[in-house]
C-alpha cells in the first residue's frame, strides 16, 4: 500500500503507464490514486476526528440547523436508550431555499455525504463539487447536504445518522412544505448507506401521512454491508484493490465505530447490512457504481436482489461506469474524472424523470 514517503518514487514509476493501477489511466489519475490511498491510510492510523461544528463558518446563509422532529417519528429501531436525535446543521446549495419555493417543474435533493461514518459533513468542502454536478445536470433547484453525527463521537454509533437522516427529511416536508414527490434522496458511499436505510426505515415506519416516500434514490457507490468491512483481508483480496484508493483500515475503522457496543440482532443487521436484506422498495432506485472499485461486485449484487425482489421490478437500476475507483461522485474532481462524473449525474437525472 502507498505510503506518503513512497509516493516521490510513484511520481516517477507511474510516468510508464504499465507501472499505473490501470494503464487507461492518466499520470493525474494514477498518482491521485495513490496520494488518496497515502492519505486515507494516515487519517486513519492517527484516528483524526473531523471536527464538526454547528455555526456557519464560510457557508453564511447558506447553512442552517435543524431541530429533530415530533418523537413519534423515531420509534422502533431509532428508539435507543443511549442514543438520541440531536440538532444538525445542513448547507444549502446553491442558495437557501424558502419555504414552498420550489416550481412543479423542479425537485429538492437530499444528498447524504460520504467517508466510512467517521470523515466529511455537507458543507462546501465536502460536497461542493456534487451539489454543483447536480444542478448543472439535474433538474433540482435546491440541494440539501446535512452534517450528521460522526461515528467517532459518544453518541454516534448507530442509529444516530439514522435518527438525523429522519430530521432533514423530515425538515424539507414539514418546515420547507416541499412534497415528497419533489424530494430526491441521494448518498454516495456510506451516505448511500444512509439513504438506503432511510428508505427502509419510510417502509418500517409504515403511515405515509407521517413519514410518506421521496420521488426517487440515487445511491453512489453504497456501502451494502457495513460489517463486514471489518475483515481487512477481504478487502485486500478484491480483485479491485489495486485500483480503489480507499485502504482497508478506513473502513474497518468507521464499521468499528459506527457498531461499537452494539448487538447485531435481525432487526439491527437489516439496517447496518442492507444488501442481503432486501425490501418493497418505496420508491424507484439508481444504483451508481465503479468498474475498478473494491465494492462492485456488491453493487451488482445489490442491484440485482432488490430488483428480483417482490414488487420492485422495473424500480431499480443498476448504472455502471467505466474504468472508474469507488465514489466518483466525490472524488471526480481530485482525480480528473469530472467527464464521468458529468454523464453519470445526467444519466441519474434521466432517471428521475423518467420514474
Known sequence: MPSLLCLPLLALAYV???????????????????????????????????RLSLNPRREADRFTLIDPASPELYKDILADKYIQPETIGATWYPEPLLPQGVSKDKYVVLHFHGGSYVLGDGRTS???????????????????????????????????????????????????????????????SSGGHLALDLLRYIVDFNNVSVLPAPKSSLLWSPWGDVPAARNRNEWRQNKNYKTDYVPPSFPAWGATQFLKGLEITDEVEKYVAPMWHPFNLPAPVL?????????????????????????NGDKVELLSIDNVPHDVLMIGWIMGFRKEVSESTTAAGEFINAN
Request: with cysteine; glycine share 6%; charged share 20%.
Open 126 to 188: 465536502s460536497c461542493g463539487f456534487i451539489a454543483d454536478n447536480f444542478l448543472q445536470n439535474m433538474a433540482t433547484s435546491h440541494v440539501l447536504c446535512p452534517q450528521h453525527r460522526l461515528a467517532y463521537r459518544p453518541e454516534g454509533r448507530f442509529p444516530a445518522q439514522l435518527q438525523d437522516a429522519v430530521t432533514a427529511y423530515k425538515y424539507l416536508i414539514d418546515q420547507m412544505q416541499i412534497h415528497p414527490s419533489q424530494i430526491v434522496l441521494s448518498g454516495d
Open 287 to 311: 444504483v451508481v457504481t465503479g468498474q475498478k472499485e473494491v465494492l462492485f461486485e456488491d453493487h451488482k449484487r445489490l442491484a440485482g436482489d432488490f430488483k428480483k425482489f417482490a414488487g
Open 16 to 50: 510508464t503507464p504499465r507501472h499505473r493501477q490501470d494503464e487507461a489511466w492518466s499520470y493525474r489519475q494514477a498518482l491521485a490514486n495513490s496520494a488518496l490511498k497515502a492519505g486515507l491510510k494516515n487519517y486513519t492510523a492517527l484516528r483524526t476526528r473531523w
